[in-house]
């Protein structure tokens, strides 16, 4: 919205007298709400985005003027058919010949309300209904004889119970607040308990939104809502609230503030998440050994993550732990009931996730073989050194290079005989030390 809600009266020469009548009827201290009054012409045109309830005073002049006027533009004066009304007065034509011509110059018609007045009556039969429509109207703000009071119970309200009328500023003593039940249209009187609270008791009332209307000294002071919840027993209630504790999809869209709550908006933004925030200590897992979390069950129904997301259908998630230090070893852990994650997914109905869950397996199994292989490797280079010997990121880095049994076994020799030392004569024994680290002024390098 670019400024404040403009209300209108549209009029011709012969609907003038009307129009100033309707104005000065809303501008009254009953209702203050404000409308502005234009004389049909061509070229003139309202901003949708301001406008609030429009009124066409319907005359026979402005009957004629329509009519003949096939160039006017009343689409670009009521922009929006849910807040205009036709005020129908001294034309001798049915609402059916009133409709067929409105309907074929302005668009969506049929949304418009239809009214009829007579020129030496009262606007009282309308009121009700164009106030609604004011209400209606988006960024409505009520005048100020309307936000004088708030309403304030008990997380909701029941039949027969006390509320609490809060008024901004004190009321007369001498003053009769009444509030107007809309469900039964019963009124009920309003007692005080200090200048500025008055209290009433609500009658029967059935669960749901339920509108009341405040009477101060027979002027309105506005409409405001009660809540009245569905009358539940208190073990239906804790259970109620069990529930919502209990499931973790909904608890989780309300912790990150997700908005609509699906499944689909979770799922990414735990995607999202976990990509953001473990990128830069991922190296720091990654040199974990990770080969005994994987063989043992365990106690729990979702023992990972990757079982928690198995089980929600979690698939963005899931592959996004995947590609994580740790989450291909989860795949090939079972929960208490003897599942893999691959077969939750599968068992509760989530076919894709299971399909991706279970191929992840097995390039799990074939990174498996290839970490037995480089063990043997270890264990031969081993036996072939007469036992275990310091090994240097050369060495390491040698190992992973070579595919051939005889290959890598020269450059760790090389490296034995040319870069290290023995010490004989200090009686400490076959302990090597490299060149770089031979003792210096006496002290002992440590080796690393």
């Given at each position: 919205m670019s400024g404040d809600i403009v209300h209108n009266i549209f009029y011709h020469s012969d609907g003038e007298r009307c129009a100033s009548r309707l104005k000065e009827f809303f501008s009254g201290r009953k209702y203050n709400v404000q409308f502005n009054l234009h004389e049909l012409q061509n070229g003139y045109s309202t901003d949708p985005c301001n406008l609030g309830v429009s009124i066409l005073v319907f005359t026979p002049h402005l009957h004629a003027f329509i009519t003949s006027r096939m160039n006017l533009d009343l689409n670009a004066i009521f922009p929006n058919p849910e807040l205009s009304v036709v005020l129908v007065v001294g034309v001798e034509k049915t609402r059916v010949e009133i409709r067929t011509l409105l309907s074929s110059r302005i668009w969506d018609f049929h949304k418009w309300t239809i009214m009829e007045y007579q020129a030496t009556g009262s606007f009282n039969a309308l009121d009700k209904d164009i106030m609604k429509l004011v209400e209606k109207s988006e960024g409505f703000q009520p005048a100020p004889s309307l936000q004088k009071f708030r309403v304030w119970t008990r997380e909701g309200v029941k039949s027969h119970e006390e509320v609490l009328l809060i008024f901004t500023k004190p009321v007369d003593n001498d003053s009769k607040v009444k509030v107007i039940q809309e469900w039964d249209s019963r009124e009920r009187m309003a007692q005080p308990l200090n200048p500025m609270i008055y209290s009433f008791t609500v009658g029967d009332v059935?669960?749901?939104?339920?509108?009341?209307?405040?009477?101060?000294?027979?002027?309105?002071?506005?409409?405001?809502?009660?809540?009245?919840?569905?009358?539940?027993?208190?073990?239906?209630?804790?259970?109620?609230?069990?529930?919502?504790?209990?499931?973790?999809?909904?608890?989780?869209?309300?912790?990150?503030?997700?908005?609509?709550?699906t499944l689909e908006n979770l799922d990414r933004r735990l995607r999202d998440l976990l990509s953001n925030n473990t990128s830069s200590v991922s190296h720091i897992f990654g040199e974990l050994n990770w080969e005994r979390f994987g063989d043992s069950n365990s106690n729990y129904e979702l023992p990972t993550l990757l079982h928690f997301g198995a089980?929600?259908?979690?698939?963005?998630?899931?592959?996004?732990?995947?590609?994580?230090?740790?989450?291909?070893?989860?795949?090939?852990?079972?929960?208490?009931?003897?599942?893999?994650?691959?077969?939750?997914?599968?068992?509760?109905?989530?076919?894709?996730?299971?399909?991706?869950?279970?191929?992840?397996?097995?390039?799990?199994?074939?990174?498996?073989?290839?970490?037995?292989?480089?063990?043997?490797?270890?264990?031969?280079?081993?036996?072939?050194?007469?036992?275990?010997?310091?090994?240097?990121?050369?060495?390491?880095?040698?190992?992973?290079?070579?595919?051939?049994?005889?290959?890598?076994?020269?450059?760790?020799?090389?490296?034995?005989?040319?870069?290290?030392?023995?010490?004989?004569?200090?009686?400490?024994?076959?302990?090597?030390?490299?060149?770089?680290?031979?003792?210096?002024?006496?002290?002992?390098?440590?080796?690393?």
């Open positions: 059935d669960p749901g939104e339920r509108k009341i209307e405040v009477i101060v000294n027979g002027f309105s002071f506005g409409r405001s809502t009660l809540y009245v919840p569905s009358v539940i027993s208190k073990m239906e209630e804790i259970s109620k609230l069990l529930h919502d504790i209990v499931n973790p999809i909904e608890l989780l869209c309300q912790c990150l503030y997700i908005v609509p709550a089980k929600y259908g979690l698939r963005l998630f899931c592959m996004e732990l995947l590609s994580h230090p740790g989450g291909t070893h989860a795949l090939k852990m079972k929960n208490k009931d003897g599942l893999l994650p691959d077969q939750i997914a599968q068992k509760e109905k989530f076919d894709d996730l299971a399909k991706d869950l279970h191929a992840g397996k097995k390039d799990f199994a074939c990174l498996g073989i290839m970490q037995s292989s480089l063990r043997r490797i270890k264990a031969k280079v081993s036996d072939t050194n007469n036992g275990p010997q310091p090994c240097t990121m050369y060495q390491t880095n040698s190992l992973r290079s070579s595919r051939s049994s005889t290959s890598y076994l020269k450059p760790l020799q090389q490296a034995s005989h040319t870069n290290s030392v023995r010490s004989s004569d200090s009686g400490i024994g076959e302990e090597i030390y490299p060149k770089s680290n031979v003792r210096e002024q006496g002290k002992p390098q440590t080796r690393i």
